[in-house]
């Protein structure tokens, strides 16, 4: 969990953890949409990614 100090803008994590949600829910509710949603994997892993510093998992 990130401490408030740590949150640069709130409004962007907002809108990151609101993706991250939609993406699972999906990729778990629908398997036939796996293949389309394998192609934004990356974005997914780049939004994880800058949080990574920010919770200290390197």
Same mark, same amino acid.
């Given at each position: *969990?990130?401490?408030?100090?740590?949150?640069?803008?709130?409004?962007? &994590?907002?809108?990151?953890?609101? &993706?991250?949600?939609?993406y699972t *829910?999906?990729?778990? #509710?629908?398997p036939d949409?796996? #293949?389309?949603?394998?192609?934004? #994997?990356?974005? *997914?892993? #780049?939004? &994880?990614?800058?949080?990574?510093?920010?919770?200290? &998992?390197?």
């Amino acid at each position: *969990v990130l401490k408030e100090e740590q949150i640069e803008n709130q409004d962007t &994590l907002t809108l990151d953890n609101a &993706l991250l949600l939609l993406y699972t *829910v999906a990729y778990l #509710q629908s398997p036939d949409d796996g #293949q389309s949603l394998d192609e934004h #994997q990356n974005f *997914v892993l #780049q939004i &994880l990614e800058s949080y990574r510093e920010p919770l200290n &998992l390197k």
